[in-house]
């Protein structure tokens, strides 16, 4: 629950800050690929957690 939304929720962090990374929750697992890291440096990895 955020301040700004209290629909979100924060349920982690990446290892590294990112932009216009893409996120998804398939089946019982929370995905999030690609993206920017500061500078524009575009980033071809993808994390994999347990959902909530």
Same mark, same amino acid.
């Given at each position: 629950?955020?301040?700004?939304?209290?629909?979100?929720q924060?349920?982690?962090?990446?290892?590294?800050?990112?932009?216009?990374?893409? *996120? &998804?929750?398939? #089946?019982?697992?929370?995905? $999030?690929?690609? *993206? &920017?890291?500061? #500078?524009?440096?575009?980033? $071809?990895?993808?994390?994999?957690?347990?959902?909530?």
């Amino acid at each position: 629950m955020t301040q700004q939304n209290p629909a979100l929720q924060k349920i982690g962090e990446l290892l590294e800050p990112l932009s216009s990374t893409a *996120g &998804a929750i398939i #089946g019982d697992k929370m995905y $999030a690929a690609g *993206g &920017a890291a500061p #500078g524009s440096t575009v980033i $071809a990895k993808m994390w994999v957690r347990s959902a909530p």
